[in-house]
Nanobody, 125 residues
């Protein structure tokens, strides 16, 4: 079992930055692809970013490319999502997820084995 706990959310003005953290416990995340998803009120959960378990390849949805950066520190068992130039449309609950030796399909929520409880990000205009 892997337990995931997100932190770092909050209220920020448009153009501001936040760094989300996802701390894992129970097992090392070194064999897990890690992803970030978000869900806004009344909308489905959507993929934001992922990082592979082996070579650390990164993936982003088009709307966050150039603004968000995903990274991982296996020694700290933590994954990060640096979010810059935030926009009101980035407002959502952000979830961290883990996919054991995940490869293809990291953009699909169905691929992931474990989920955190989410952290709220609110961007004011």
């Amino acid at each position: 079992q892997v337990q995931l706990v997100e932190s770092g959310g909050g209220l920020v003005q448009a153009g501001g930055s936040l760094r989300l953290s996802c701390a894992a416990s129970g097992r090392s995340i070194s064999n897990y692809a890690m992803g970030w998803f978000r869900q806004a009120p009344g909308k489905e959960r959507e993929f934001v970013s992922a990082i592979s378990w082996s070579v650390g390849r990164t993936y982003y949805t088009d709307s966050v490319k150039g603004r968000f950066t995903i990274s991982r520190d296996n020694a700290k068992n933590t994954v990060y999502l640096q979010m810059n130039s935030l926009k009101p449309e980035d407002t959502a609950v952000y979830y961290c997820a883990a996919d054991y030796r995940g490869g293809l399909g990291l953009g699909s929520a169905y691929e992931y084995d474990y989920w955190g409880q989410g952290t709220q990000v609110t961007v004011s205009s």
